[in-house]
């Protein structure tokens, strides 16, 4: 029997107008479903689980009232999701904001986040990119930035890019990229270190080939290795970043885990995204064609033999509840022990800046002379304190993102959204806002940046 858990707003596929929606319950799933008066009804699945699951979920996180926005850069005019930039209908501060480095691209991706590789060229100059930096600090402050494209690293002067961040004040600079150059190149690995970028995210979709020739077109697996292996001599902190894909590679989940504990301390996290249609998808996907966060979770548990449980992941404190998970755990005689649990939240605080501060402590490498050899507490027996040491250093984050697209976005979880794209006229756009389609191709915000 069919049950309504909320009300809330979508938009049309079709022609992009904002329309009433609702989120449903049915045969222990829940969905998303919404009707245009010019172009029918559309109902999608949100959450592979009961409602009791999706309630609880959304009662377990987040930290009460989100902290908005410090400066708003837009008026109200259309309203959400029309006056991106940040508008005074945004609930939420910024926990991240990437920067759009050009759109050229060493690979033509069939799954592409971003529209890679359009044309004209788009590549900011580094006055350009000085400005971005500025709107940034005059906006928030000195915010965790990530350097996006296309590719970031076929633009030479990436070093130069990244050390005037760094000038500036920015202490957490991330480069988003296939690796292909990182792999190839260590020595200009080595200038971006040295320039001061603190993490890589690496798109890493899978351990085998196969996964790659579909996601990305080409075989790149020992790359992504070789890519690693030189972050580990460079001595750079990499999150693994996989796109999901029911038939492709979600068999691989617990593989892709199993392959970052063996590269911990290098390997930080496992940022898990399942696959949101927009960009290059010319389809309508059907409810086959999604995964949801239940099904990642599961996943996780199934595929690690339970090494990994339901219960060691919690909704975000910072975006949406049923935007995200994570779980935290230490690696220890080869097993992943869990800090983190599903369960009420227990303090109330920023959830933004909470977000900037994990990433800025645990997203980077850390040196063994930073680990500081722990007293054993009183009343504690030794494997505590060696429990400790290794929560500095031999850790894992597992975590993922269900970002939107046109059939399944919610307003109001888009009004809650904390990572930002900062746009070459100063805006700074949320990242579902960017990057949605119509059916037709049509963009609320058109072009990369």
């Given amino acids: 029997m069919k049950e309504i858990l909320n009300e809330t707003e979508s938009l049309c596929p079709v022609c992009l107008s904002r329309i009433p929606a609702k989120i449903t319950t049915e045969d222990s799933k829940v969905y998303l479903e919404k009707s245009c008066p010019r172009h029918g009804e559309y109902k999608v699945i949100i959450w592979r689980k009961d409602a009791e699951h999706y309630l609880k979920w959304a009662e377990f996180g987040g930290n009460g009232t989100p902290v908005g926005p410090k400066k708003r850069l837009t008026s109200h005019n259309g309203g959400c999701p029309y006056d991106c930039g940040i508008c005074p209908d945004h609930e939420q501060d910024t926990s991240s904001v990437a920067i759009m480095t050009t759109n050229r691209c060493n690979l033509h991706c069939p799954i592409c986040f971003t529209y890679g590789d359009e044309r004209p060229v788009y590549e900011p100059s580094l006055d350009s990119i000085k400005r971005m930096y500025q709107v940034i600090l005059d906006t928030c402050g000195a915010y965790p930035v990530e350097l996006c494209g296309g590719e970031p690293t076929v633009r030479e002067d990436l070093p130069q890019v990244i050390a005037m961040g760094k000038k500036l004040g920015f202490n957490h600079i991330q480069i988003n990229t296939n690796g292909i150059r990182l792999a190839e190149d260590k020595e200009y690995l080595s200038r971006l270190k040295e320039a001061g970028a603190t993490t890589i995210y690496l798109q890493f979709d899978g351990v085998t080939d196969d996964v790659y020739r579909?996601?990305?077109?080409?075989?790149?697996?020992?790359?992504?290795?070789?890519?690693?292996?030189?972050?580990?001599?460079?001595?750079?902190?990499?999150?693994?970043?996989?796109?999901?894909?029911?038939?492709?590679?979600?068999?691989?989940?617990?593989?892709?885990v199993q392959f970052a504990k063996s590269w911990v301390p290098t390997v930080k996290g496992v940022y898990f995204q399942p696959v949101s249609y927009f960009g290059r998808y010319p389809g309508t996907p059907g409810d086959e064609d999604r995964l949801t966060i239940p099904d990642i979770i599961r996943a996780l548990e199934e595929q690690t033999n339970g090494e990994l449980r339901e219960s060691n992941f919690a909704p975000p404190v910072c975006e949406h509840p049923h935007c995200s998970f994570s779980g935290f755990f230490v690696l220890m005689d080869g097993k992943l022990l869990p800090i983190s649990h599903l369960e009420p939240r227990r303090i109330n605080e920023d959830g933004a800046e909470h977000s900037r501060r994990f990433a800025k402590r645990y997203w980077r490498f850390v040196e063994e002379d930073e680990v500081q050899r722990c007293p054993l507490p009183r009343h504690k027996p030794a494997p505590f304190s060696t429990l400790l040491q290794h929560l500095q250093r031999e850790y894992l984050y597992i975590s993922g993102m269900a970002f939107q697209d046109v059939w399944n976005i919610d307003l109001e979880r888009l009004k809650r959204c904390c990572i930002h794209i900062i746009t070459s006229t100063g805006k700074m756009v949320p990242l579902c806002a960017k990057y949605l389609t119509s059916v037709a191709g049509q963009r609320l915000y058109p072009g990369i940046a």
Avoid at 214 to 220: E, K, P, Q, V
Avoid at 240 to 248: A, D, M, Q, R
């Fill in 214 to 256: 579909y996601t990305r077109g080409a075989s790149l697996f020992d790359l992504k290795v070789q890519a690693i292996s030189n972050c580990a001599e460079v001595k750079i902190g990499v999150t693994l970043v996989p796109t999901i894909i029911p038939n492709v590679n979600f068999e691989q989940i617990g593989d892709i």
